[in-house]
């Protein structure tokens, strides 16, 4: 039984810090807020792990709660991202830079184009070559007004 | 040095090969962050595929039931390398898809842990709502074609990556003593009465054990009927503030939304 919890315990242990990573790194809002997410899921997981190896219902219960604060802290992230993107019309949270401390020497390695455009593929229509004469279409009259 | 931590160093010069599998994730991930100059992806995938192997390797021994073993060795791979694919992709489509499948993982593991409801309230909650909702936004995000400049870039990733991969030794380390110690048809609560000090977590708390609601045999782990019991009953205060907490959440994501939209306006 052991066992199973420091096996829990572990691969509990690399999601939590694959998703904080993950928020450290990214810089799409919504990657960070998924990241973030996957952390809960790491904690949940701990708190299984307990709940299996004491016997008793109080770690599922703890980790339902966790499910309601994620389900409350996706609605009102999305909410604020939906907000954010009408302002800059754009999801990168380094537009928001000066929200926070001034003074910090500025980030060189991120001042690029705003967007990385991917050439389009090329449309194109297949061309028949033109042969014979060009057919004599009678001009119709316009329909009368009713 | 604490005698704690020397205790520990002690034992990596041992067991050097417990290092191998943070370091080989540790490589995948940092090759592959998205960064400007597009480095090739194989070394990424072939660097993250020998981190699983050496893992599983040295992490799932071979127990005595073989089915749940192997089930829980393909959850937790499967969890971890979509979790490592969820957070390298620089397309935020396929990070929330791989979010997905990371949450499907999970209920797997939320399943062979004896929480059968928690799976289910966590595929219709997750997958079912979060995501969905998560791509309507990236949908309505990205109308241009291309992927942004601020996903092809990550922010600092060496740094990120390095410091990610020192907690998680730091954890693996100090998780270490609780390692099984190779009992098979082990007893546990022999084994959880003769817990050392170091392993202080894994002793049954006397007021708890003295609760009718978790005795331990009476009811199966995991009944909904015993999750009620427990949930309505000893934390029914919780539960409401719980059910507040949403009330709130709703109102006052309902609220920004319509005060953005009357200031863009």
């Known amino acids: ?146 | 040095m604490h005698p704690a931590l020397l205790g520990q160093t002690d034992w990596l010069t041992g067991h050097e090969a417990a290092l191998l599998p943070p370091l080989l994730g540790f490589l995948a991930i940092w090759w592959l962050m998205p960064r400007a100059k597009v480095w090739p992806r194989s070394v990424g995938v072939l660097l993250g595929l020998a981190a699983l192997a050496s893992g599983a390797l040295t992490l799932f021994q071979p127990g005595a039931a073989i089915v749940s073993n192997v089930l829980f060795a393909f959850f937790a791979l499967a969890a971890i390398a979509s979790a490592a694919l969820m957070i390298t992709n620089r397309n935020p489509l396929y990070s929330s898809l791989w979010f997905a499948v990371t949450t499907l993982c999970v209920c797997g593991l939320y399943l062979l842990r004896a929480a059968p409801y928690l799976a289910a309230a966590t595929v219709i909650v997750y997958a079912g709502a979060i995501i969905v909702t998560f791509l309507f936004l990236i949908m309505l995000a990205q109308q241009a074609v291309g992927v942004a400049a601020y996903d092809q870039r990550a922010r600092q990733p060496l740094a990120a990556t390095l410091l990610g991969f020192l907690v998680l030794g730091g954890l693996i380390c100090a998780l270490r003593p609780w390692a099984p110690v190779a009992t098979a048809g082990e007893v546990l609560t022999e084994a959880v009465e003769a817990a050392p000090a170091s392993q202080a977590l894994l002793r049954i708390p006397p007021a708890l054990a003295a609760d009718p609601f978790s005795q331990r045999g009476d009811r199966p782990l995991g009944e909904v009927r015993g999750l009620g019991r427990v949930l309505f009953g000893k934390y029914l205060y919780a539960v409401e503030l719980a059910g507040t907490l949403l009330l709130a959440a709703s109102i006052g994501a309902i609220a920004i939304a319509l005060s953005s939209r009357r200031g863009a306006t």
């Not at chain 1, 014979?132 to 009368?144: C, F, H, I, S, Y």
Request: hydrophobic share 50%; with cysteine; charged share 20%.
């Open chain 1, 1 to 146: 039984m052991t066992a199973e919890l420091h096996n829990d315990l572990i691969v509990a242990a690399i999601l939590f810090v694959l998703g904080a990573i993950g928020f450290l790194t990214r810089r799409n809002l919504i990657v960070m807020a998924l990241s973030a997410e996957l952390m809960l899921h790491a904690v949940s997981l701990n708190l299984l792990a307990f709940s299996r190896l004491h016997g008793n219902n109080e770690g599922q219960a703890f980790a339902i709660f966790i499910v309601t604060v994620g389900a409350c802290e996706a609605g009102i992230a999305l909410a604020l991202f939906v907000a954010l993107y009408r302002r800059r019309r754009t999801l990168d949270v380094t537009a928001w830079r000066e929200l926070g401390e001034e003074g910090l020497p500025a980030d060189t390695s991120l001042e690029e184009p705003s967007i990385v455009p991917v050439a389009p593929a090329p449309l194109e229509f297949p061309h028949l070559t033109p042969a014979g004469r060009v057919p004599e279409v009678p001009k119709r009259r316009a329909p009368d007004r009713v």
